[in-house]
């Protein structure tokens, strides 16, 4: 991201006091007036994980319906392409690997069958600090 724009946590700690001025807050209002849950853990639909720990409680804190969030990428390859005026909310997390290509003896990227590029997951030697946006 651009270093004119605060760092996340700034933002969400903000919008977090914010809300909690407001009475907006998710941990003011945990049960809808029906008795359901005003909140539900946010997941990944393509992999039907749940999102954890300061992603989850950024996700929740958008106040959508429905608990489903992906990446541009990902919506994209499960054919659930992101509309052009939608915006993206921005996570963070730390990752310890990352997916690379498998280069043939030639240096090029190899092919799978179906023409797509053959990756595999490699470790890094230290944890990379990732920013994406994901889509509700």
């Known amino acids: 991201m651009d270093n004119n724009y ?4 700034e933002k969400v700690a903000k919008k977090l006091i914010a809300d909690f001025k407001a009475g907006t807050s998710i941990f003011q209002k945990p049960v809808k007036e029906d008795g359901k849950a005003a909140f539900a853990l946010p997941y990944n639909p393509a992999t039907d994980k749940n999102y954890r720990g300061h992603v989850a409680l950024i996700l929740m804190m958008q106040g959508r319906e429905d608990a489903r969030w992906m990446s541009f990428d ?3 390859y499960n054919k659930t392409p992101v509309r052009k005026e939608e915006k993206g909310t ?3 997390f730390y990752a310890n690997s990352e997916i690379q290509p498998i280069l043939n003896d ?4 190899g092919l799978k069958e179906n023409g797509k590029p053959k990756t595999h997951r490699v470790k890094l030697e230290a944890p990379v600090l990732k920013e994406y946006a994901l889509f509700n």
Do not use: C, T, Y
């Open 74 to 76: 990902k919506a994209s």
């Open 6 to 9: 605060p760092p996340l946590s």
């Open 90 to 92: 921005w996570i963070n």
């Open 106 to 109: 030639k240096g090029e990227k």
